[in-house]
């Protein structure tokens, strides 16, 4: 039997499909709207803030189709995609010493997925969760970034975190994404992508891990365009205008699970 919505989880949809109707209402007229009190209003906006579902404005909201949930949501999603490609990222990765690894709910499979190496490296990373995960492995030497706390994506972000970046020159570097298109690989979010963009410009190349569910996409900032020094690991390989984009300019692609 079908499990009914609660009040709660009916009215955030109709916020967020409001929302996607007009970008910008207020507070008052989204009470009017659902025939609750501007109080009630105020709480669900709160809560849909916290989620990363939308950015709180003075008086109101607004919908970005640019702005990705909240780690803590999305790592709910894709969830034996992301485990897959994680695995297969291993593999791919097997003779490396030193990464980067960027933050993000696959990357942080991904370093699950690390945690049980039995040969030495170091990983330097600007994600609290992703160090942490890895710390547990001895010989796993784990370098945290310095920076302004980003606590929704849990990283570190700012001038502090990109200076310290360049001071390294590992050979890899592992990124997520939040949209994959013809032009290259971007990120949603503006201070994660100045982090990524940093640490693809100090590593020999770049691996992105990223699900089909961001292809066709072009979030709010570039992070790199497709190059020889760009490998891409996906649940599925992309088709297409993208897939003729990546062969083109040199790049190559790794479905998980496939030999």
Not at 34 to 42: G, K, N, W
Request: aromatic share 4%; proline share 5%.
């Amino acid at each position: 039997m079908t499990q009914k919505k609660s009040k709660k989880v009916t009215r955030h949809e109709r916020i967020l499909a409001a929302l996607d109707a007009n970008p910008a209402l207020r507070v008052t007229e989204l009470a009017e709207l659902l025939s609750v009190s501007a109080e009630t209003v105020r709480r669900d906006l709160s809560e849909l803030d916290d989620a990363g579902r939308i950015n709180r404005t003075y008086g109101g909201a607004v919908r970005s189709q640019v702005f990705e949930p909240a780690l803590t949501e999305r790592l709910k999603l894709r969830i034996e995609e992301r485990r897959l490609i994680a695995a297969t990222a291993v593999t791919a990765v097997q003779d490396v010493e030193s990464m980067f690894i960027g933050g993000g709910a696959t990357t942080l499979h991904f370093a699950r997925a690390l945690r049980s190496s039995t040969r030495p490296m170091t990983v330097i990373t600007s994600s609290f969760s992703i160090a942490t995960e890895l710390s547990s492995n001895p010989l796993i030497q784990v370098m945290a970034l310095p920076g302004i706390v980003e606590a929704k994506e849990g990283m570190v972000q700012g001038p502090e975190t990109l200076a310290a970046i360049r001071r390294y020159r590992p050979p890899l570097a592992v990124i997520g994404a939040s949209g994959l298109d013809a032009s290259g690989v971007s990120e949603a979010l503006l201070a994660a992508a100045q982090v990524y963009s940093e640490m693809i410009a100090n590593a020999d190349r770049a691996l992105i891990l990223a699900d089909s569910s961001k292809y066709d996409r072009r979030a709010l900032q570039g992070i790199t365009p497709w190059s020889p020094r760009v490998q891409l690991i996906c649940d599925i390989a992309p088709t297409g205008t993208m897939a003729t984009a990546i062969e083109a300019a040199g790049a190559s692609v790794i479905e998980a699970g496939k030999p």
